[in-house]
C-alpha cells in the first residue's frame, strides 16, 4: 500500500502540475534543425538556405555503390515528404519576402566517398563524416558508413519556417564521428513475437539514432521463433504459433535491410540457461530439474552430452550462414546451477569429475565457444567472465548486472573488452530518457580509476528491451525515444558537466522533443519524451 | 542512484526470470470464451454449441430502436469476423467428428426488450439483463442499455476450438448487472491533442469493458482544444494548432458514437485553475501573478471579475447544448492560492472583505456552479468539497488525492455522493492492472467504518488517463488492459478476499489474457497484462 500511494504521489497529475507558474503550450517547444545525437563538432549560423525539390540534386563525385544509391533515394524522400508535417504549406516563390539571412536556394549536394563501398558494416568501421551546408552543400567520408551517417544529419538539419512557408537549412559546418564502435539496441524476439515490420521500423528508428548494432534476442525459454532449415522442429513445436516464426527469407531482408543502412545484426542463441522453448522438440537437451524424487520441471542444456554440442555446432554453422557479422551471442547469463545440482545424473558426474555446478557452466562455455566459425567472435553475457571461463581477448563481455562499475574494472584490468547495458534496460518502465542519459559507462570507470589508457576496452552499450511486457502493439513507443538517450551518449563527446538528471542541458529537453516528432513522420510510432506537446505529423 | 538500481532490479528480466523452474509458452495462457468484466451470476456447462454464421439469425421479439438494430448490427460483424483471430480454419462441416459435449448449431438469438428505448445513458439507466445460450438463445432486458450489455457479453462467449476448426460457445445462464452505477474513463485530450479515431476507439474499448462514462477533460493549461462558436478564438489561440481542435460536429459524432454503446459523455471544463490556455485569447480572465513587484506568470481565474463568470455562463450554455448528459464536471482542483494571494489588486479585495485565497475559491465555486443548465448536475474534485462549498446533494464529489479512506469517509457522512479515483490513475505507469484490480471503493470504506447503508453514496468511480506522458501513439496501450482492472472492479460483483495482489485469482489472469487479445483483435492496440504470450490477431 505505501508503495502504492509513493507511486500516485511522483506519477498522478499532482506532481507535474504543482510549479507555481504553469505556462500554456508544449512543456518543451521543440528545437529546429538540431541533430541527435549531437554531432561531434558543429558550427551553425543563422543564414539559411530554401529548398525546393524540384531544383535540388545530389552528385557522387567519387566512389558508389548499391547501398550509397539506394540511400541517396530514401534520403531524397525524406527530405522532400518528412519535414514539419502535414500541415506545411509550401509556397515556392521566385519573389520572396526579403530576409537578410538568406543565402539563395540549396541546389545541390556533393558526396564524396574516397574509398570503395565495403560490403557489411562491423565493429572497426570508419563512420566519421564532414558536411558543409551552403548552396552547394559537400558530403566527404573515406567510408560508405560514414556517409550515410552523414546523410541522416543533413536530412535532420532541414526545417519548417515558423509561417510554415518554406523548408530552410542553416549554413553549417559539421565534422563528425561515433565516441564508441558498438551502439546497440537489444530486441526480445521470444517473450512476445515482433514482426517483420516493426523490427524493419525498429532498423529505421535506430538509423535516425545512429546507433549501429541490432542484438536479435531471438530465442528463449518461451518461445523458439527461429525457423531453422536443418532443425524445423525447434520451431514447430517451440514457436508460440506457426505464424510467428522468423524464416531465413525473413533474416536475410532483416540483415540485408540493416546492411544498407550501416546496422550490423547480431544474433543471440542464449545457452546453455533460457533455453527451454528448445526442449519442446528435443527434450534430451535439457537438464531434467528434481525437487526430492520428483522431476519438476526442465532447466538448462545438459553439459555433459555429446548430442547438446553436436547440435549446437549444427545449429550456429547455419546461424552464421545466414547471419554475416563475425560476432555471435553465445549468452551464457542466468544459468539454474540448482536445477543441475538437483539432477541425480549431474550430481554423479560432478561427484566423479569433481567439479561444481559452476564448473560445469565454465565446462560448458568453454565446449560452446569453439563451436562457432573460425574467425568469429563472441559474445557473452558478464557471468561467463565472472566464473572465469578462459575467454579470448576480442571476446565481448556484456556487463549488465548492477554492480556495473567495479564489475568493469575487473573485466578491463584483465585485458578483456566489455560492452555496457547495465542501466540502459528499457523495461524498467520508470526509466525517462534522462534516467538513461546520466549515465557513460567509460566516464563512470574514469571517476573511480582515473586512467585513460583502460577506457578503450570499453567499446560500447546496448540499450535492452526484454519482451516481457511489449509486443508488436507497445514495443515502438516503449523503445523510442528512450532509446535515443543511449544512442546520444553512445555517439555523441563526453559531456563531463552531466552528474545527475538535474544536470542534463534545457537544449537537451527541446532537441529530444524535435527528434520525437521527426521520429514520428517517419513511421515510428515513439512517445512523448518530457511532457505536454505535440508534433504536427 | 540507489532509486535507479532498485528499479533495475525489479524490472529487468533478472527478476521476471528467476522462478526456479520456467516452462515454455506463455505465461498465463489465455481462457476460451470468458468474459470480461465477470457478470454477476453465470452458470456455464461443459456442452457446447457450434457457429456458422450462414445459420444463424437473430430476432427481435418485443421493442426497439436504432441503438438495438445498430448494435445488433455491430455485434454480428464481431461474431463472425473476430473470433480467433486470422488463423482459424473454420470449416462448415455436414458431418462432424462426433463429440458427446457438442449439443448441436446456434440457430437463433431472440432479443427481448420489454421497454421502449431511452433516448440517451444516464446516471440511474438499467442495465441488468439475462442471457441463456442454447440452440436458440435469449437476451432478456427491459432496458436498451440491458441489452447492450447482454450482447456484449454474448459476443465475449464465443472461442475458438483448439483445432481452429470451429467457433464455439458453451450452454450458459447469465444474469448480471454492474455493482456501481458510474464506471467511468476519465481522458486528458489537453497535454496532447487526441485524435478523433482515438477517441472512438477508446469509446469502443469502454464498451467491451462495460464502462459507461467518457469524462472528458476536454482543456487544461497547456491547451484549449474544444472550438467553440461563440468564442471562437478560444481554440484559435489557445489550441496548440489549427489542426488540433474538436469542433461541433467532431463532439456530435462522440456523443452519438458513445450513446450507440450506452457511455455518457461528460465534459469537464475545470475552473478556475487549470486555465491558463484560456489566457491566450482572454488574458483578462486570467490573475497576473506577482514575484514582489514583477508580473512573473498567469494563475488561475480571476474570481473577482463579472466578465470571468459572464464568459463561463455562456460558454457553458454552449457546452451544455452539445453535450446532452445532465452532469458537467467544473473541476475545481489544485487552484493556486498562491498567485491569488500574490495580486496586489486581489489583495485589496481580500482585505476589503475579509476574505481569504481560499474563500476566493470557495466564492468562485459557489458563483460558477449556479452558471450551468437548469436541471443540470455538477461533478467536482474533492477539493470543492474539501474547502466547504456548499453543495447541492445530487454533486458528485470525485475523489483523487491519496487520504482516500477518510476523504470518502467525510464526504459520505456529509450525505454527500462521491466518484473514486484515487488509486485508479492510469498516468502512474510502475502500477500493472493488478495494482488497479485490489482497490474497492465500498470495500474500503466497509472495512473501516461497518456501515452498510453509507455504501450507497459511492455511486461509482473513474479510471484517470492524464496526458503528460500519453498521446495518439500510446495511448490506447497505455490505457488498456489496465483500465480493465478497474472496469471490473466497477461492474462485478464484490470480491471480498482480494486483500491484496497475491490473493488475486489465477483465473483473472487467464481470463485478462483472453480479454486481452479480444481487444486486441477489435482493433484496440492493448498491452501484454502480465507477461510473456501471444494474441494470433
Known amino acids: 500500500m505505501l508503495k502504492w500511494i509513493i507511486t500516485a504521489v511522483c506519477f498522478g497529475s499532482i506532481f507535474v502540475d504543482s510549479f507555481w507558474v504553469v505556462k500554456p503550450g508544449p512543456k518543451y517547444p521543440p528545437t529546429k534543425g538540431e541533430v541527435w545525437p549531437k554531432p561531434q563538432y558543429e558550427t551553425k549560423e543563422n543564414t539559411f538556405y530554401t529548398f525546393n525539390p524540384s531544383h535540388f540534386k545530389v552528385k557522387i563525385l567519387d566512389q558508389t555503390c548499391d547501398i550509397l544509391t539506394n540511400a541517396i533515394e530514401r534520403y531524397s524522400y525524406i527530405v522532400k515528404s518528412k519535414i514539419g508535417g502535414r500541415n ?4 515556392i ?17 556533393d558526396i564524396t566517398l574516397s574509398a570503395p563501398c565495403e560490403e557489411y558494416p562491423y565493429l572497426d568501421m570508419d563512420e566519421s563524416y564532414n558536411l558543409t551546408v551552403s548552396a552547394t552543400s559537400k558530403l566527404y567520408s573515406s567510408s560508405i558508413w560514414g556517409v550515410l551517417r552523414g546523410l541522416e544529419t543533413f536530412a535532420q538539419l532541414f526545417y519548417l519556417s515558423d509561417d510554415r512557408n518554406e523548408i530552410r537549412i542553416n549554413t553549417t559546418q559539421i565534422s563528425d564521428f561515433p565516441r564508441y564502435k558498438h551502439r546497440g539496441l537489444l530486441l526480445d524476439t521470444s517473450r512476445h513475437y515482433i514482426t ?8 529505421d528508428a535506430m538509423t535516425m539514432n545512429k546507433m549501429n548494432v541490432f542484438h536479435w534476442h531471438i530465442v ?10 536443418i532443425f524445423p522442429e525447434l520451431s514447430e513445436k517451440g514457436a508460440y504459433d506457426s505464424s510467428m516464426v522468423y524464416t531465413k527469407e525473413d533474416i536475410e531482408r532483416i540483415v540485408q535491410y540493416a546492411r544498407e543502412r550501416g546496422i550490423r545484426v547480431i544474433p543471440e542463441f542464449d545457452v546453455p540457461g533460457h533455453t527451454v522453448s528448445w526442449g519442446n522438440s528435443h527434450p534430451s537437451l535439457l537438464t531434467e530439474c528434481y525437487e526430492g524424487e520428483e522431476v519438476i520441471g526442465m532447466g538448462p542444456m545438459d553439459p555433459t552430452k555429446n548430442t547438446t554440442y553436436k547440435l549446437l555446432r549444427d545449429l550456429f554453422q547455419e546461424v552464421q550462414t545466414w547471419f554475416p557479422d563475425k560476432y555471435f551471442h553465445v549468452g551464457g547469463d542466468e544459468v539454474q546451477l540448482d536445477c543441475w545440482k538437483s539432477n541425480p545424473e549431474l550430481r554423479q558426474y560432478m561427484k566423479r569429475n569433481n567439479l561444481t555446478a559452476a564448473d560445469l557452466h565454465t565446462l560448458f562455455m568453454r565446449n560452446v565457444i569453439p563451436l562457432l566459425a573460425e574467425n568469429s567472435k563472441p559474445i557473452v553475457w558478464q557471468e561467463v567472465f565472472d566464473e572465469g571461463v578462459t575467454l579470448s581477448k576480442d571476446t565481448l563481455i556484456q556487463v549488465w548486472k548492477y554492480n556495473w562499475i567495479s564489475e568493469m574494472i575487473s573485466i578491463l584490468y584483465s585485458g578483456q573488452k566489455l560492452l555496457f547495458s547495465s542501466t540502459w534496460y528499457l523495461d524498467s518502465i520508470t526509466s525517462q ?3 538513461f542519459y546520466v549515465f557513460d559507462p567509460r566516464k563512470m570507470v574514469y571517476d573511480v580509476m582515473q586512467n585513460q589508457t583502460l577506457l578503450e576496452g570499453i567499446v560500447g552499450g546496448e540499450a535492452c528491451m526484454w519482451g516481457e511486457m511489449v509486443d508488436d502493439r507497445n514495443v515502438l513507443n516503449r523503445v523510442w525515444p528512450r532509446a535515443s538517450a543511449v544512442a546520444e551518449r553512445l555517439w555523441s563527446a563526453p559531456t563531463y558537466h552531466i552528474i545527475s538528471k538535474s544536470s542534463i542541458p534545457i537544449e537537451a529537453y527541446h532537441r529530444i522533443e524535435e527528434h520525437t516528432c521527426r521520429m514520428i513522420r ?6 512523448p519524451p518530457s511532457g505536454p506537446g505535440f508534433c504536427v505529423v
Open 220 to 229: 528463449d525459454d518461451q518461445s523458439f521463433p527461429y525457423q531453422s532449415e
Open 93 to 109: 516563390r521566385s519573389h520572396r519576402k526579403h530576409n537578410e539571412l538568406h543565402r539563395g536556394m540549396l541546389s545541390e549536394l
Open 196 to 203: 517483420i515490420s516493426n523490427i524493419l521500423k525498429t532498423l
Open 433 to 435: 530518457w534522462t534516467d
Open 522 to 527: 517517419r513511421g515510428i510510432d515513439a512517445q
Open 88 to 91: 506545411r504549406n509550401i509556397k
